[in-house]
């Protein structure tokens, strides 16, 4: 069990090593095996920053994802270096009580979602997500973990 503490008043505690086979099938699915990235979880006031410092919208998001492979010198000893992912732990436990399903599925979600945009899946417009939102699905389901 983990115990993560964004600030003094909000603390989570839960066990996530149910994302390490989340995240071997996405790479799976998408032969990238040999791969690299960072999962890091932040506060609300954290992303709120990244998102107006990249993204140019100063509004807390659930996850971001910078990609690293539009530079293809990033690549060490047959090793892709996919990029870094942002979750937004408070947002994810919000998302979770709104949709009605577990913080462990949304976690999951995010964590596939983030992987997913890391990979080059987008989704700017209706056929981009019905493809990536579609794997995302796909990938939860056969991992058992479901709505």
Not at 27 to 53: G, H, P, T
Not at 70 to 84: A, M, P, Q, S, T
Request: proline letters at 1%.
């Amino acid at each position: 069990m983990k115990t993560w503490e964004i600030n003094e008043e909000y603390k989570v505690s839960f066990d996530y090593s149910y994302l390490d086979n989340v995240i071997k099938r996405t790479l799976e699915k998408e032969n990238a095996l040999n791969a690299y990235f960072s999962l890091i979880f932040v506060s609300e006031d954290k992303i709120r920053n990244i998102n107006k410092m990249y993204r140019g919208i100063d509004k807390v998001t659930d996850v971001i994802s910078f990609a690293f492979e539009d530079n293809k010198d990033l690549v060490y000893n047959d090793i892709r270096v996919l990029g870094d992912i942002y979750i937004c732990i408070p947002r994810c436990i919000e998302q979770a009580e709104e949709y009605g399903h577990s913080m462990m599925r949304e976690l999951a979600f995010l964590t596939v979602h983030g992987l997913l945009h890391l990979l080059g899946y987008d989704h700017m417009t209706k056929e981009e997500e019905k493809e990536m939102f579609h794997l995302q699905e796909l990938i939860l389901n056969e991992e058992g973990i479901t709505r």
